[in-house]
């Protein structure tokens, strides 16, 4: 096996499925000591739109990695990651798929929602979580938003994973 970089990297779009993989990567980084590398592949189409944008103007690129930036340490703090984990935001400017692929060559794990901000509704996984599964150069988790049934039992199975079999961090022993 590859001598790995000691840290989990997890792929963010500002989706609620990315939220939930932000939160889930943190509390494993805060339970392994591993580093988290945050990640958002970006284009001028899916940017935020930098404080200095008007109608007819286009800000410089780094205007925009600028206001990427500042989405993610925003998506860092909502997801409640662990002042304790060492944190690295990454706003690459390139298309999702090789960009995570690229930052997951020699990482411990890969950490993505099932689903991002566009595609179509109803489908399992979406496009870019699909092609990650076969393009990482590391283990991927692929975390869905879920609650866990009111009817599970303290240290019962069901109590420990929700109706897709994740295993929330916090419950792994």
């Known amino acids: 096996m590859p001598d790995r970089g000691g840290e989990i990297v997890v792929g963010v779009d500002g989706s609620a499925c990315a939220r939930a993989a932000l939160a ?20 001028l189409t899916n940017a935020p739109r930098p404080p200095t944008w008007e109608p007819a103007y286009v800000p410089p690129m780094a205007d925009y990695e600028a206001a990427v930036q500042a989405a993610l340490a925003h998506d860092v703090a909502a997801a409640g990651v662990p002042e304790r984990v060492t944190v690295q935001c ?20 890969l950490v993505i929602g099932s689903r991002g901000r566009g595609g179509v509704r109803g489908r399992l996984l979406g496009s870019v979580t699909t092609s990650l599964v076969e393009a ?38």
């Open 24 to 43: 889930w990567a943190g509390r494993l980084a805060d339970r392994t000591g591993l580093r988290l590398t945050v990640v958002r592949a970006w284009s």
């Open 90 to 109: 990454r706003a690459v400017h390139r298309s999702p798929v090789p960009a995570l692929a690229a930052a997951s060559a020699d990482a411990e794990m």
């Open 136 to 173: 990482a150069g590391c283990p991927v988790v692929v975390v869905r938003p879920q609650r866990r049934p009111d009817h599970a039992r303290p240290g019962s199975r069901d109590s420990r994973e929700d109706a897709h079999g994740q295993v929330d961090p916090a419950d792994a022993r």
